[in-house]
């Protein structure tokens, strides 16, 4: 009688670790602990087991919303072939049915949905928390208020701005330099002083006058 008992009881997770054995619709998860958190690593049990089997029924719950009448737990996440280092398959049954597996595509879209809080939960990420088969989760794109191209558009056009201004500038100084330039040589032409002490801008123009007390005058000479 006790022996027929047992049987009952053993029965039907023996019957769990075959469904999960045999089937193709499971998910093998690598987890690298140590290679993620070094010395504060943890240890891989049964609780952090419990835990899996939570986090994953919590990701079937949140993906299934449109039905509310079915409720996962975690009696239907089945584990199997777990290793020491910390790898294991799992499938999920249906709530409705234990002898059902979940479809594989359907228990894809929930880690999927749900993959940064499993992370969270474990303290891992996308490439120490893997879910052979499942590709990681792409954050989504940053959205920003204005549009780089914009932002770069404006500053190269600032730059060239300030460049012609300076240009502009610069061609203008220089006017303004060659332009006083030549003023200050005509003040000084303008006051250059001859030898008998006559200034050339008071000859106008002129040749000159004639001084009979230089003049080579031989008639005053002659004996």
Not at 24 to 29: E, I, Q, S
Not at 104 to 129: C, G, P, Y
Not at 198 to 204: G, Q, V
Request: hydrophobic content about 40%.
């Amino acid at each position: 009688m006790r022996s027929a008992v047992l049987l009952l009881i053993l029965l039907p997770s023996m019957a769990a670790k075959d469904l999960c054995k045999d089937s193709m619709d499971g998910f093998k998860v690598r987890l690298s602990i140590k290679t993620a958190l070094g010395d504060k690593a943890y240890e891989w049990n049964k609780s952090e087991m419990f835990l899996f089997q939570s986090t994953l029924a919590f990701a079937m719950n949140r993906a299934n919303k449109s039905n509310q009448d079915t409720n996962y737990n975690i009696e239907n996440i089945l584990v199997c072939n777990d290793t020491k280092r910390v790898s294991f398959v799992f499938v999920v049954t249906s709530p409705d049915d234990p002898s059902k597996l979940v479809p594989k595509e359907q228990v894809e879209q929930a880690v999927r949905l749900s993959k940064h809080r499993i992370n969270s939960a474990f303290l891992l990420s996308d490439m120490t928390l893997e879910f052979v088969g499942i590709p990681p989760t792409l954050a989504a794109p940053v959205k920003y208020d204005t549009p780089p191209w914009l932002i770069v558009f404006g500053v190269v056009m600032g730059a060239v701005a300030v460049g012609i201004m300076a240009l502009l500038t610069s061609s203008v100084s220089k006017r303004r330099r060659a332009k006083d330039k030549a003023a200050g040589f005509a003040e000084e032409d303008g006051g250059i002083v001859t030898d008998n002490g006559t200034s050339l801008s008071s000859l106008k123009g002129k040749d000159g006058v004639y001084n009979q007390a230089f003049s080579n005058d031989d008639r005053f000479t002659q004996l």
